[in-house]
């Protein structure tokens, strides 16, 4: 059965970067399309990029554009979230899932348990 593991977050002051994993085991990633989801105290899961199993289609929310990157390595069976010029806003625990049949919603076959990013001023 797939397993999804993040890895990669941290604190970092407003305008720095980080880059998250998330790291498929028990199963091989390619044939998945992967979102990642971010979940702040008090406010809902926000949907915050996706990219598909070819990594043909990729979409990141307006929030995060020119700032965030989806990319997916199926040899390493990882997809990745570059986060350049982070914002306090930015901060929460971010979560990736995964799906064959999937439309980059919240009905994933598969999520990871999160890693938390925080962010000062």
């Known amino acids: 059965q797939l397993r999804l593991d993040e890895s990669g977050g941290g604190s970092e002051q407003s305008g720095g970067s980080l880059r998250l994993s998330c790291a498929a085991s028990?199963?091989?990633?390619?044939?998945?399309?992967v979102a990642w989801f971010r979940q702040a105290p008090g406010k809902e899961r926000e949907g915050v990029a996706c990219?598909?199993?070819?990594?043909?289609?990729?979409n990141h929310a307006d929030s995060v554009k020119g700032r965030f990157t989806v990319s997916r390595d199926n040899g390493k069976n990882t997809v990745y979230l570059q986060m350049n010029n982070l914002r306090p806003e930015d901060t929460a625990i971010y979560l990736c899932?995964?799906?064959?049949?999937?439309?980059?919603?919240?009905?994933?076959?598969?999520w990871g348990h999160g890693t938390q990013v925080t962010v000062s001023s």
């Open positions: 990219i598909t199993s070819s990594g043909g289609f990729i």
């Open positions: 899932a995964a799906g064959i049949h999937y439309y980059c919603d919240s009905h994933a076959d598969v």
């Open positions: 028990g199963g091989t990633l390619r044939e998945y399309t």
